[in-house]
C-alpha cells in the first residue's frame, strides 16, 4: 500500500510518499539482518515454532546464520573452521541428537542397567572401552561382561558431566567431556564415539581416563 503524506515531509512543502507493506507484521518488515538478530534470542523449540506460523516468518525460521548463532549458544564450538555439509540447522540437529544419546548413556551408568547398556552398544567385534580403572576391552560380548562387572563394584560414584565438546560426521559423532565426582576429585577426561546405523546411533568406543583416589590407605578405582 502506497500512502501520501503532505505537510513538512520535504523542504518544499510537497507530498511524502511512504510504502507500507499491507497486512505485514512489524517482524516481517525488518531487514534480513535485524531479523536474525532478533531470532538468536530464541531457543530450539522458540525457533521451530516460529517455522509453522506463515511462510515468511519460515522462511526466516530457517535461515542458516540463525541457526548458527543458536549452534554456538547452546554448544561449544569444538573447531572454529566447521561448514555443516547441509547446513547449520542441520547440523544443530545432529548435534542435539548426539548430546541426548550423550546423556542417556550416563544415565544408563547411574542406573547400573545392564539390559539398557547392551542395547546403547553396537554389537560389533570393533567396539572398545576403556574403564577409569585402566583395564581396557575389544569386542561386544568382552565389553558387555566388563559393565557387568563395573555395575558391581559398591563404589560407583555421582558425578556431573561438563565441557561437552561434540563432532559430527554423516554416520560417525565423537563427544569428548570433564567428569567431575562427587567425592571431591577430579575431572577426569572421557571420550565417548558413536556410529550411526539405521538411523540409530550407537556407542562404538568408551574411554575414561584413569582415576585414583587416596584414601584409607589404599587406591580406589572410580568406575567410568
Given at each position: 500500500m502506497t500512502?501520501?503524506?503532505?505537510?513538512?515531509?520535504?523542504?518544499?512543502?510537497?507530498?511524502?510518499?511512504?510504502?507500507?507493506?499491507?497486512?505485514?507484521?512489524m517482524?516481517?518488515?525488518l531487514?534480513?539482518?535485524?531479523?536474525?538478530?532478533?531470532?538468536?534470542?530464541?531457543?530450539?523449540p522458540?525457533?521451530?515454532?516460529?517455522?509453522m506460523?506463515?511462510?515468511?516468518?519460515?522462511?526466516?525460521a530457517?535461515d542458516?546464520?540463525?541457526?548458527?548463532?543458536?549452534y554456538?549458544?547452546?554448544?561449544?564450538?569444538?573447531?572454529?573452521?566447521?561448514?555443516?555439509?547441509?547446513?547449520?540447522?542441520?547440523?544443530?540437529?545432529a548435534?542435539r541428537?548426539?548430546?541426548?544419546?550423550?546423556?542417556?548413556f550416563?544415565r544408563?551408568?547411574?542406573?547400573r542397567?545392564?539390559?539398557?547398556?547392551?542395547q546403547?552398544?553396537?554389537?560389533?567385534d570393533y567396539?572398545?572401552?576403556?574403564?577409569?580403572?585402566?583395564?581396557?576391552?575389544?569386542?561386544?560380548?568382552?565389553?558387555?561382561?566388563?559393565?557387568?562387572?563395573?555395575?558391581?563394584?559398591?563404589?560407583v560414584?555421582?558425578?556431573?558431566?561438563?565441557?561437552?565438546?561434540?563432532r559430527?560426521?554423516?554416520?560417525m559423532?565423537?563427544?569428548?567431556?570433564?567428569?567431575y565426582?562427587?567425592?571431591g576429585a577430579?575431572?577426569?577426561?572421557v571420550?565417548?564415539?558413536?556410529?550411526?546405523?539405521?538411523?540409530?546411533?550407537?556407542?562404538v568406543h568408551?574411554?575414561?581416563?584413569?582415576?585414583?583416589?587416596?584414601?584409607?590407605?589404599?587406591q580406589?578405582?572410580?568406575?567410568?
Open positions: 500512502a501520501r503524506v503532505s505537510g513538512g515531509g520535504r523542504e518544499n512543502g510537497g507530498e511524502m510518499v511512504v510504502e507500507r507493506q499491507t497486512g505485514a507484521s517482524m516481517e518488515q531487514v534480513p539482518e535485524i531479523t536474525t538478530h532478533a531470532l538468536s534470542y530464541l531457543d530450539y522458540s525457533l521451530c515454532r516460529l517455522s506460523t506463515n511462510s515468511l516468518m519460515r522462511k526466516a530457517n542458516d546464520n540463525a541457526w548458527k548463532a543458536l554456538r549458544k547452546d554448544f561449544t564450538l569444538e573447531q572454529g573452521n566447521v561448514i555443516p555439509p547441509n547446513g547449520w540447522k542441520a547440523y544443530y540437529a548435534t541428537a548426539i548430546v541426548n544419546v550423550n546423556a542417556e550416563f544408563i551408568v547411574r542406573e542397567s545392564l539390559q539398557a547398556m547392551g546403547f552398544w553396537l554389537n560389533a567396539v572398545k572401552c576403556f574403564h577409569a580403572t585402566g583395564e581396557s576391552f575389544s569386542g561386544y560380548n568382552a565389553v558387555m561382561d566388563s559393565w557387568q562387572l563395573a555395575f558391581t563394584w559398591e563404589n560414584a555421582d558425578f556431573q558431566i561438563r565441557d561437552v565438546r561434540t559430527v560426521l554423516s554416520n559423532a565423537w563427544v569428548t567431556m570433564k567428569a565426582v562427587d567425592i577430579g575431572p577426569f577426561d571420550t565417548n564415539i558413536y556410529e550411526l546405523h539405521n538411523g540409530r546411533w550407537y556407542m568408551h574411554h575414561s581416563s584413569a582415576l585414583f583416589i587416596h584414601g584409607g590407605g589404599e580406589q578405582h572410580l568406575q567410568g
